[in-house]
């Protein structure tokens, strides 16, 4: 423990400090997913899941309803491109080039060099898959060994237990529960907090990188041992 002058505990101090940059990606490449800034041309993939034939428990937790109109829906999807923050990804199945997924970076703070995951949408072909892992797996190293964050965020609705278990069995540790924090739909939330932090990310991808393995995979593509009983 450190202490000032006056003998009060402070913290440790951080060496040659500068603040970060911010995200600037044209495409993070995996083995199944590729992960690449949000561009206009994804739309009409991103309709399929953000219209009407999205599944609707998709939205209960997320500030949007499903669009019935593709001319409104494609001039939203052009303010999202534009957006700096949330800085908005697309992600690609490898297997069907066809985008399946939709995540960003948000509340970016480059003076302490803190980040979020949000905006996490999914089609049905995308959720509880290789292919969602990895993709949260090559934004995650991203914003660990490119911009050289210091802290890794997940925000949800504290009723939201989808959400909570996707961040905890991603390595993302529990920190709390911010009561009354927003309003949204019309109704009250409270949100829980998680993190990674940058002296935890050798342990998380070394984690990872077991999992997404091909010996973690059967010739079905069914995984053999779980991320979460993973150490």
């Known amino acids: 423990m450190?202490?000032?002058?006056?003998?009060?505990?402070?913290?440790?101090?951080?060496?040659?400090?500068?603040?970060?940059?911010w995200p600037e990606v044209s495409c993070l490449?995996?083995?199944?997913?590729?992960?690449?800034?949000?561009?206009?041309?994804?739309?009409?993939?991103?309709?399929e899941y953000f219209g009407p034939k999205s599944n609707?428990?998709?939205?209960?937790?997320?500030?949007?309803?499903?669009?019935?109109?593709?001319?409104?829906?494609?001039n939203f999807v052009k303010k999202w491109v534009e957006s700096r923050d949330p800085y908005y990804f697309s992600i690609i199945d490898k297997a069907t080039e066809k985008v399946v997924g939709t995540i960003a970076l948000m509340h970016i703070v480059p003076e302490n060099r803190?980040?979020?995951?949000?905006?996490?949408i999914y089609s049905d072909f995308l959720r509880k898959t290789r292919q969602a892992t990895e993709a949260q797996y090559l934004v995650m190293k991203y914003v660990f060994e490119d911009l050289k964050y210091r802290?890794?965020?997940?925000e949800c609705d504290h009723l939201n237990t989808?959400?909570?278990?996707?961040?905890?069995?991603?390595?993302?540790?529990?920190?709390?529960t911010f009561r009354n924090a927003m309003v949204?739909?019309?109704?009250?939330?409270?949100?829980?907090?998680?993190?990674?932090?940058?002296?935890?990310?050798?342990?998380?991808?070394e984690?990872?990188?077991?999992?997404?393995?091909?010996?973690?995979f059967d010739e079905n593509g069914q995984q053999k041992q779980g991320l979460s009983s993973m150490e």
């Open 56 to 74: 609707p428990t998709t939205w209960t937790y997320i500030p949007l309803n499903q669009y019935n109109s593709y001319d409104v829906f494609e």
């Open 184 to 205: 949204y739909k019309n109704r009250t939330r409270d949100t829980d907090w998680h993190s990674i932090i940058e002296s935890e990310w050798e342990r998380k991808k």
């Open 2 to 21: 450190r202490y000032n002058e006056y003998n009060q505990p402070i913290g440790d101090a951080v060496e040659n400090y500068e603040k970060g940059e």
């Open 29 to 47: 490449e995996g083995k199944t997913v590729r992960v690449e800034k949000l561009n206009i041309k994804h739309a009409s993939d991103m309709y």
């Open 207 to 216: 984690r990872l990188q077991r999992w997404l393995s091909d010996d973690n």
């Open 162 to 176: 989808p959400s909570h278990n996707a961040a905890v069995r991603l390595g993302f540790t529990y920190e709390g």
């Open 151 to 154: 802290r890794y965020e997940w």
């Open 114 to 120: 803190t980040i979020e995951m949000g905006w996490v």
